[in-house]
């Protein structure tokens, strides 16, 4: 389910009224976020043939402006900002249904996203959500949080599929493949973004935030070889030609990895490559000819850092590092420093520490979904570590 969908169905439960659904302070959170604006315009179509009339959003926005309440806080915000209409139209579904205007000139007040409005708005820490482009190999981007599910975007020789559930995948049309050549696309995800992509090998992979991967719109009979920076979970779909298996090779800066298996876990930030194996084998090799090649078996996890050059090979339990693409944090006596590394991805915050807090470890699991504010204070309860949210940044001290 995408997080239009959800959100649709956290609005119709609310305004039905059912049972355990959502309080206002959730709304009040949601409310700066796109796609909640977006799953309340879709309600408002739905609604569009109920007995609600047309609300007159002019008369409401000069209401919401001169209420005092506000304490003068939207006086000066101009009518023509671009996404005005839009929002004060949802303002005003939420006030005739709610039948209360404090409430829908808070949710109004929170809700304005345009860079205008940002001095006058702080819009809430939000945990990420699927957001990610497409550069296609003439370089024109495609951004994917635009294009609803069962979509199919033409492009000459291919079309690229977004399917209801939200895998990308790649359909070559009848006689356009060429072996003499491959055409690239690269996908990108931001801070606070995943996504999910089919190669046209049918390989599944998980793109965790600030993640890139570059690969071909299809693969050769002989080879097939891609590119990442950042955080991906595979699942390598086997492929055989000629009675022969055909390699899968992943490039990550001065690693390579070629896959005798299937399912693994590849972690490429700044110097440092780790590659947490789950099932199968994969077979590791590097531009510095002295580290040799390496084999890894299930549990196997290789640390790779590229500043010094060395490998650093052990036992893990995979479920710590790839619980992310099931939508969890798992951590197990993690550093502090590399916990708020995922955290500042994930949610698009800054990370300030105060002090080294060089000690610090934490264990635990918790959705990637939870409300920043909460996730803090579950990491608090181990003692000895204090957060302070302060817009987008969160600073850490003992």
Known sequence: MSQVEAYKKIIRQFF???PGSVSQADFDRYAADPDFLEALDAYMEESSGSDLEEPDTEALFSKIKADQRLKGGLQNIPRRSIR???????????????????????????????DSLIAHAQAPVLPGSQKAQIILENGERIDLEN??????IDNGAFEIVKSTDGFISYRMKAGQIETSRLVYNTILTPKGGEYRLLLPDGTKVWLNAMTKLKYPVHFTSRIREVELEGEAFFE???QTHQGKRVPFIIHSADQKLEVLGTV????????????????????????????????????DQMTFSASKQELKKIKVDPFY??????????????????VMGIISRWYDVDVIFDSPLKDFRFSGTISRYEDINKLLQTIEL?????????????????
């Open 16 to 18: 039905k009224g059912v």
């Open 264 to 299: 693994f876990n590849l972690q490429n930030y700044g110097n440092t490559i780790v590659t947490t194996l789950v099932e199968g084998s994969v077979k590791l090799s590097y531009n510095k000819a002295d580290l040799g090649d390496h084999y890894l078996t299930p549990e």
């Open 382 to 398: 181990v003692g000895g570590i204090h957060f302070q949210l302060k817009g987008r940044k969160i600073y850490v001290t003992d």
């Open 236 to 238: 390598v779909a086997k």
């Open 84 to 114: 005005l209409r839009r929002i004060v139209v949802a303002a005003s579904v939420l006030l005739i249904a709610l039948g209360s205007g404090i409430v829908a000139y808070k949710w109004y007040a929170d809700a304005l996203l345009s």
């Open 321 to 338: 590092y790839c619980a992310w693409k099931d939508g969890n944090f798992a951590f197990d006596k993690t550093s502090i420093q590399e």
């Open 147 to 152: 294009i609803k599910g069962d979509t199919i």
